[in-house]
């Protein structure tokens, strides 16, 4: 349930390396997120919100679900991401980490989070949240 991005080149020389990330999307806000082993982030989805996820070190299993109607539809879906991952979650789909290792990871989203604009919900819940991923 989650899109894989592939780089779209990479190129390695005696100065080291560059790999493209992304040339796609655009990214209203950037946030860099660490966790410890054993934490559990997320378990939340967003009505317009696309995120693209950078994973810079560490692995992580990822459960996604769809919502429909403010509620979890179908099974989930479980996928372990590890260190140079990039993948993309859309709207309305319920997504929660589970570090299983120390992980940091750079976070994009599509449309800018604040107070009075969260796009953040929990499946079963009519309300916005405010906590953070």
Known sequence: MIKFIASYFSHTDG???IRGVIQSGK???VNMVSSQKGTVRGGHYHKETQELFVILFGKIEVTTQKVEDGQLVGEPAIVITQ???VFLVEPFVN?????LEDSRWMNLLSKRMDKDQMDFYRAGSIKRIADTC
């Not at 997504?95 to 570090?99: A, I, L, Q, S």
């Open 15 to 17: 100065r080291g390396s």
């Open 27 to 29: 990214w209203e806000e």
């Open 83 to 85: 260190t140079d991952d």
């Open 95 to 99: 997504h929660t980490f589970n570090c």
